[in-house]
């Protein structure tokens, strides 16, 4: 048996907030070690954000080769090649993982390939890719190991060899008839990827329309997009047997109202949540427990149930956002250096990176409504933002909660639909981070035309 390797932290995935945290306390003259079992980097720049929205990007590229005559070009209806948009979201990956293994060298943390679990405490035996064991023991360890896609008990699904959203981004054929489970932000935006290269797209989604914990307006915009795209919506249906093989034939049992329907298509692609990456990693002979539906149970320090073990990103229960497991680096790194900082009560955005994209932060009034918190909106139709005239790209709005008249001007939330409405949301969050009233973005200047002057505009609307 190999003897056992004492080091300062010891990170089991290299995912966000894992490696970030490996290469600071690297570069101060710790010893870190990350193990990984496969993506460098984690699920993020090889399978995951920057993939998908390669692809995304390519689609949108295809589309305006369609639109072509509307900005006085000859318009394309030649067929995508997939296998060019696959190569070069490949080569983007490539150059990602590139990128890591030069931050491990000069930080001086130590990655190690293979697949990693607890055998005790803080104790980890990894078998080596290259061949033979090894066995860590870490002053501070932290799991880092992600979420995967998740395929439910549906008769017939797990045999049907379903596309999850690793395999869509690996496609090098256009699938003709794409059926795609689920309407959360995952399969909103394969959906229209998919539709733009070239693919006939139904969506299944059980719950009474997409994106369902949306506000309405935000949910109608959505739908009335996606059926422009030509995307066939199957809401409120839930399906009860799939048969065949994704990739050949495919044969879909739905029922929705009492009534049942068939719809079939050649590939078929599961978009219906996440589950964490905590089974089988010997989280019992650490003494760390999990939360009901598998998450490794933190407070809001990150600290596990057992002493010096961590855990942050998607298998700690946080939302499932590569900027969020970047904060609980920050949360950890600057905790383990003695400060006191917690994941609650943090400002969280969210971007859907359909085009136009939908993106929001602080409270929607679904939520505000919910908590029974009193609020002034102003609204903007993205058409009065000139700079969306400059693009044709007019579809759209801005909405803004801003506290009740007497009781402060501070906002409460955003949500955009629109052309790069992800970049909208920074001033805003740096105005709510600070406390400062809405009238602080209102009597801004901002430059003409830009998208961001859109804000000045939204803010004049308040009451």
């Known amino acids: 048996m190999p003897p056992i390797e004492e080091v300062d932290l010891l990170v089991l995935g290299s995912g966000e907030a894992g490696k970030y945290l490996a290469w600071t306390l690297a570069s101060q003259g710790q010893r870190c070690v990350v193990i990984e079992r496969r993506f460098i980097g984690g699920s993020c ?5 920057l993939p998908s929205k390669n692809v995304i990007h390519s689609a949108k590229v295809a589309s305006l080769f369609r639109r072509g005559a509307e900005f006085g070009l000859p318009a394309s209806t030649q067929p995508v090649d997939m296998a060019a948009v696959r190569d070069r979201k490949r080569r983007m990956v490539d150059g990602l993982i590139e990128m890591h293994e030069q931050k491990f060298v000069a930080s001086g943390a130590e990655l190690v390939m293979g697949s990693g679990k607890f055998v005790a405490p803080r104790t980890i035996e990894v078998e080596l890719h290259a061949g033979g064991t090894r066995t860590i023991l870490g002053k501070r360890v932290v799991i880092s190991t992600g979420s995967r896609a998740r395929l439910d008990e549906t008769p017939g699904l797990r045999e049907s060899q379903p596309l999850t959203h690793i395999e869509a981004l690996e496609l090098d054929h256009v699938p003709t008839q794409l059926i795609i489970l689920g309407g959360g932000y995952i399969g909103l935006e394969f959906a229209q990827a998919f539709r733009r290269i070239g693919s006939e797209v139904t969506i299944i989604e059980r719950n009474a329309t997409v994106i369902h914990r949306e506000d309405d307006d935000v949910t109608t915009a959505v739908t009335e997009l ?3 795209e030509g995307i066939e919506v199957l809401a409120n249906t839930s399906v009860e047997r799939v048969s065949g093989t994704s990739g050949a034939e495919v044969s879909i049992e739905a029922s929705s109202n009492g009534a049942t329907s068939t719809v079939t298509g050649t590939h078929l692609l599961v978009a219906g949540g996440r589950t964490p990456n905590t089974d089988g990693i010997g989280l019992e002979l650490a003494g760390v427990e999990l939360e009901p539906h598998g998450h490794v149970r933190v407070d809001e320090r990150l600290q596990t149930t057992a002493e010096g073990v961590y855990a942050v990103g998607d298998c700690a229960g946080s939302p499932h956002f590569t900027h969020v497991a970047f904060d609980d680096f920050r949360v950890l790194r600057d ?9 609650t009560g943090r400002q969280v955005p969210f971007c859907l990176f359909t085009d136009p994209e939908l993106a929001r932060v602080g409270l929607t009034e679904r939520e505000a409504r919910e908590q029974g918190i009193a609020y002034r909106l102003a609204k903007l139709p993205m058409v009065a933002v000139l700079r969306t005239r400059t693009l044709s790209e007019t579809r759209g709005f801005i909405k803004a909660l801003i506290e009740p008249e007497g009781q402060g001007d501070r906002i409460l939330g955003i949500t955009a639909f629109g052309s790069d409405a992800g970049e909208l949301l920074p001033p805003v969050q740096v105005a709510m981070s600070a406390g400062l009233p809405y009238t602080a973005l209102r009597d801004a200047i901002f430059t003409h035309p ?13 009451h």
Do not use: H, K
């Open 226 to 228: 996606l059926q422009d």
């Open 335 to 343: 905790n383990l250096a003695g400060g006191n900082r917690v994941t």
């Open 450 to 462: 830009t998208m961001g002057e859109g804000l000045g505009g939204l803010f004049s609307a308040v």
């Open 45 to 49: 720049p090889n399978i995951a954000c």
